[in-house]
């Protein structure tokens, strides 16, 4: 699509699963790609990176594989195995019911692990057009989506790779103060119908929920 002087769409990696169906990580479907940008000339230029994790639930219930295990395949995936289940009996944890008022359902979960878009690109909502569009690929089938907003500038990360991208990222320039950011995040991904969890760092959508339209969400 057409923002400004670009044309964006999403390029995914590859990936491979082997044939047995009692490995808990073969329901853990990890994706990373990047955001390209395309000018008049058709010349590309890089313009974010994502990162996200479709488990499949269902598939790994009906294989008898351990759906905590699953989530444990992932530190950022185990996580959310409490915010979404009461303990190992795979309720719904009351948490969820509540936040959407006792409608919740039982089902896959897609979690939309990391985006980032260059500071040439900001100030135009281009990061919830791409989770929209995320949302729309790979959340077939998914009850509920899942993000843990936080602030990248107050991330730690080591190596010298990803030190590289972040110096890209500008991210120095964004606001030090924890409790402002973590609010605004909160505010802008309410956009595309997250809820706050209370008492949890996660925000949730019910999967069949109807997402904005790209043109209310362009600025």
Same mark, same amino acid.
């Given at each position: 699509m057409l923002i400004g002087d670009y044309y964006f769409h999403l390029r995914f990696d590859g990936g491979e699963s082997a044939l047995e169906d009692d490995d808990p990580s073969h329901y853990v479907h990890s994706t990373h790609g990047t955001v390209i940008g395309l000018?008049?000339?058709?010349?590309?230029?890089?313009?974010?990176?994502?990162?996200?994790y479709y488990l499949d639930?269902?598939?790994?219930?009906?294989?008898?594989? %351990?759906?905590? &295990?699953?989530?444990?395949?992932? #530190?950022?995936?185990?996580?959310?195995?409490?915010?979404?289940?009461? $303990?190992?009996?795979?309720?719904?944890?009351?948490?969820?019911?509540?936040l959407f008022k006792f409608e919740s359902a039982w089902g896959?979960?897609?979690?939309?692990?990391?985006?980032?878009?260059?500071?040439?690109?900001?100030?135009?909502?281009?990061?919830?057009?791409?989770?929209?569009?995320?949302?729309?690929?790979?959340?077939?089938?998914?009850?509920?989506?899942a993000i843990k907003p936080f602030p990248l500038q107050k991330e730690y990360i080591g190596s010298r790779e990803e030190d590289s991208w972040r110096t890209e990222?500008?991210? %120095?320039?964004? &606001?030090?103060?924890?409790?402002? #950011?973590?609010?605004?995040?909160?505010?802008h991904y309410r956009q595309l $119908?997250?809820?706050?969890?209370?008492?949890?760092?996660?925000?949730?959508?019910?999967g069949n929920d109807a997402l904005p339209s790209t043109d209310d969400l362009v600025k």
């Open positions: 000018d008049k000339n058709d010349n590309e230029t890089l313009v974010g990176k994502f990162h996200i639930i269902c598939a790994a219930v009906n294989a008898s594989a %351990s759906v905590f &295990d699953m989530f444990d395949c992932h #530190a950022v995936t185990l996580d959310y195995y409490g915010a979404i289940f009461t $303990g190992d009996s795979l309720d719904i944890s009351d948490k969820l019911e509540k896959n979960v897609l979690i939309l692990e990391r985006l980032e878009i260059l500071p040439a690109f900001r100030g135009r909502n281009l990061g919830l057009i791409v989770m929209r569009r995320l949302i729309e690929r790979f959340g077939s089938g998914a009850a509920y989506v990222l500008q991210l %120095s320039n964004l &606001d030090k103060n924890y409790r402002r #950011a973590i609010a605004k995040l909160h505010r $119908g997250f809820k706050t969890m209370k008492g949890t760092p996660f925000m949730f959508r019910m």
